[in-house]
């Protein structure tokens, strides 16, 4: 093997192993993606999970699930009814 052929093969497994050492996502793996909704009407409510900042994702997520299987929706933390939500999240588990 040439020596430029030794240096190339040698520059791929240094940028290999640089790019292992990156991580993939910034901001870890969400189950929320974007903002989320700023308010839902509380009587379609049926469950609240308040996801709090961990290794997997770093914000708070507030995931709203529906009655009569219309799903789930986020939560925009920031907003209003998140806060009211998650103080009564929190006062019911403790």
């Known amino acids: 093997m040439s020596m430029k052929g030794t240096v190339i093969v040698l520059a791929v497994i240094l940028c290999a192993t640089i790019a292992q050492g990156f991580p993939m996502f910034k901001g ?55 806060n009211i939500l998650i103080k009564k999240a929190e006062r019911m588990n403790f």
């Open 28 to 82: 870890g793996r969400c189950l929320c993606i974007g903002p989320g909704v700023k308010a839902v009407k509380v009587a379609n409510i049926e469950k609240i999970s308040v996801i709090y900042p961990s290794n997997n994702c770093n914000k708070i997520e507030v995931i709203i699930t529906l009655k009569t299987h219309k799903g789930q929706r986020c939560l925009n933390p920031k907003s209003k009814q998140a």
